[in-house]
Antibody
Framework: QLQLQESGSGLVKPSQTLSLTCEVSGGSIIGGYSYFWIRQPPGKHLEWIGYTFYTGAADYNPSLKSRVTISVDRAKNQFSLELKSVTAADTAVYYC????????????WGPGTLVTVSS | DIQLTQSPSFLSASVGDRVTITCRTSQDINTDLAWYQQHPGKGPKLLIYGASTLQAGVPSRFSGSRSGGEFTLTISGLQPEDFATYFCQQRNSYPPEITFGQGTRLEI
């Protein structure tokens, strides 16, 4: 059974770069799926950040596009998120998730990791 | 942008009850809607996709339906492990857009 696990810094200073990695275990990053980053700020609902494919092609939420880079490393079986110039508004639980492209639904999620932006 | 309006935000029920959660869309999304369950501190779990197709391994007491722009998740015969937060999600391909409902917290 494929599993996802987020890792990275839980505390980031304002104006710095948030970096997270999603490790894929029990399977490989392959076609037919898209690999997402999604976040949930405290008291708010889920917001998609962006996604990548096994080819490395990526797309982003227009509201975050200028600050986000998502990349894939198939050799390490992981994909990553970088969010630049963070503010307190970027404090959230960050999830990685796999979408079945044909079904337009997320069949596997990581447990999530809390990232706090604070000096 | 497509908006999803989920209701109710909070639902109190008992073991054995039948409950219904609704998600209304601001535009036609065909049947491209999914439902998830989330327990505190855990990642969401896919319950239903395509508005009404049960994900493998999900108990049959969960069901989904669609009537125009209104989508419904029904849980028949609540079990103790069903007390969680539920939310809906839609996916538009071009331009790429993913929207989540606000969530429904189901409590005893």
């Amino acid at each position: 059974q494929l599993q996802l696990q987020e890792s990275g810094s839980g505390l980031v200073k304002p104006s710095q770069t948030l970096s997270l990695t999603c490790e894929v275990s029990g399977g490989s990053i392959i076609g037919g799926y898209s690999y997402f980053w999604i976040r949930q700020p405290p008291g708010k609902h889920l917001e998609w950040i962006g996604y990548t494919f096994y080819t490395g092609a990526a797309d982003y939420n227009p509201s975050l596009k200028s600050r986000v880079t998502i990349s894939v490393d198939r050799a390490k079986n992981q994909f990553s998120l970088e969010l630049k110039s963070v503010t307190a508004a970027d404090t959230a639980v960050y999830y990685c998730a796999r979408e079945i492209v044909r079904l337009k639904a997320f069949d596997i999620w990581g447990p999530g990791t809390l990232v706090t932006v604070s000096s | 942008d497509i908006q999803l309006t989920q209701s109710p935000s909070f639902l109190s029920a008992s073991v054995g009850d039948r409950v219904t959660i609704t998600c209304r869309t601001s535009q036609d999304i065909n049947t491209d809607l999914a439902w998830y369950q989330q327990h505190p501190g855990k990642g969401p779990k896919l319950l239903i996709y395509g508005a009404s197709t049960l994900q493998a391994g999900v108990p049959s007491r969960f069901s989904g339906s669609r009537s125009g722009g209104e989508f419904t998740l029904t849980i028949s015969g609540l079990q103790p492990e069903d007390f969680a937060t539920y939310f809906c999600q839609q996916r538009n391909s071009y331009p790429p857009e993913i929207t989540f409902g606000q969530g429904t917290r189901l409590e005893i």
